[in-house]
């Protein structure tokens, strides 16, 4: 017998009983149905992820800050007017210790780091078109992270740190706010930023427009680059007091058009731990989110493993259910001249016909209702991060959860295959 007839008979045979065959591919669609949710959950929410760390760097930068550790054996710390500062409690960023100019010096000697520009908290109170008629202002807060990398831009271009002009990035919330007709048409204009200097002065600074940004998971706020907060920087900083930032950002060395490898970033944050600093890339501080995305789509693959364990049990017991009535043919069959692997092939191939039918009919009912899924929550809930696809069907994904349900289908199999290829033709024959 060829082995295209015995796929056209095991097609044949897996629906001698229609009702029994159709409760075992339902239950592997159920886990087929799951099980392809779950991994395009995973798959959209990380590549969502990894869109939006390829924003904010291109893997060649680390962010430093004095090292969190505490000895609390020796009792309290002497004070070092010399030594580092503390930030105020009030302000996430700044509180804490802080980096002082002697860190920043350590830090551009250690071998391997190109530049270091520490980072400026500013604050602005608000921003308003420059020919703003009708005296509108606007509350505004400014990324103090706004050098590490690339904006998710609407229209425009990135900052360039390098001009002594002042720039801005406008979050794309307040292009309609400050009466531009369009992103594009806020490019090139000028808009006005209000802030309180260290002697509680108003004052004000003009900044070009030069990308309007969506939305983003990891960068809040306008963007800046070096020239405009190194010049509000200058007028809140406080006489007498010393240089003290909450963080710098590290360039580090590499050939052109290539990033540093893992082990040239872990030596430099050796260095820097020797130095009492911690160096961390996006991707470490990012680590933490996609470990707890990863865990919670771990427990949702859960559920779909228990329906597809229990629907391997329907499949072995179809099958068996399937060898005993079928005893005669079977004998039958080994009469005429099959082998006992033709018969194990023949009983392998209808589970692995009922696994195929059940996981590609879960699949596409799945495709199709995430689909639908996820646009309607692109456009409500999760209007808020524009470019977050909640349900990525990726065909790697979906045919590996084919794959995977084929593959337990036949080993689900394998016991009643087994069981009709050792059948004695003879006994088999007088079977009633």
């Known amino acids: ?88 409690a009030g302000n996430p960023l700044t509180s ?105 002065q108003d004052r004000q600074v003009e900044a070009t427009v030069v990308g309007v940004a969506r939305e983003s998971l990891f960068a809040a706020g306008a963007g800046a680059n070096s020239a405009l907060t190194t010049a509000v920087a200058d007028a809140q900083a406080i006489e007498g007091q010393p240089e003290a930032w909450p963080l710098a950002v590290a360039q580090l060395e590499h050939a052109e058009g290539e990033t540093p490898t893992a082990a040239e970033i872990q030596r430099v944050k050796d260095d820097l731990a020797d130095a009492d600093l911690a160096g961390q890339t996006i991707e470490d501080q990012l680590g933490i989110v996609q470990t707890i995305i990863n865990g919670i789509i771990g427990v949702l693959n859960a559920f779909a493993v228990v329906a597809l364990l229990a629907a391997s049990f329907g499949i072995v017991n179809t099958l068996l259910m399937s060898v005993q009535e079928r005893t005669r043919e079977i004998g039958l069959m080994k009469a005429m001249g099959m082998s006992n692997g033709r018969v194990f092939t023949l009983f392998s191939l209808e589970a692995v016909f009922i696994g195929l039918l059940g996981s590609v009919i879960g699949a596409l009912v799945a495709i199709g209702l995430g689909s639908v899924l996820s646009v309607a929550l692109a456009d409500t809930v999760l209007s808020a991060l524009p470019g977050l696809q909640i349900l990525l069907f990726t065909p790697g994904n979906v045919i590996g959860v084919i794959v995977i349900i084929m593959l337990i289908a036949f080993l689900s199999g394998v016991l009643p295959a087994r069981r009709a290829a050792r059948q004695d033709p003879i006994e088999s024959l007088r079977y009633e």
């Open 1 to 88: 017998m060829k082995t295209t007839d015995l796929v056209r008979m095991a097609s044949t045979n897996a629906f001698r009983s229609k009702l029994r065959t159709t409760l075992t591919v339902l239950s592997l669609f159920v886990g087929a149905f799951t099980l392809t949710l779950t991994t395009a959950l995973g798959a959209g929410i990380n590549d969502y992820v990894e869109r939006q760390v390829a924003t904010l760097s291109s893997g060649d930068i680390l962010l430093v800050s004095p090292a969190a550790s505490v000895d609390t054996d020796d009792g309290p710390t002497e004070y070092d007017p010399d030594g580092r500062q503390q930030g105020g």
């Open 96 to 200: 804490g210790t802080l980096l002082n100019a002697d860190d920043i010096d350590t830090i551009e000697q250690i071998d391997g780091v190109r530049s270091v520009e520490p980072i400026n908290q500013i604050t602005v109170d608000w921003i308003a078109a420059s020919d703003n008629s009708s005296g509108t202002r606007y509350d505004l807060d400014i990324n103090p992270t706004s050098s590490i990398g690339r904006s998710d831009l609407v229209a425009g271009g990135q900052l360039d740190q390098e001009t002594s002009a002042n720039e801005i990035v406008l979050p794309e919330e307040f292009v309609d706010a400050l009466g531009f007709d369009d992103a594009e048409a806020a490019i090139g204009e000028t808009v006005t930023l209000g802030y309180t200097d260290a002697a509680q």
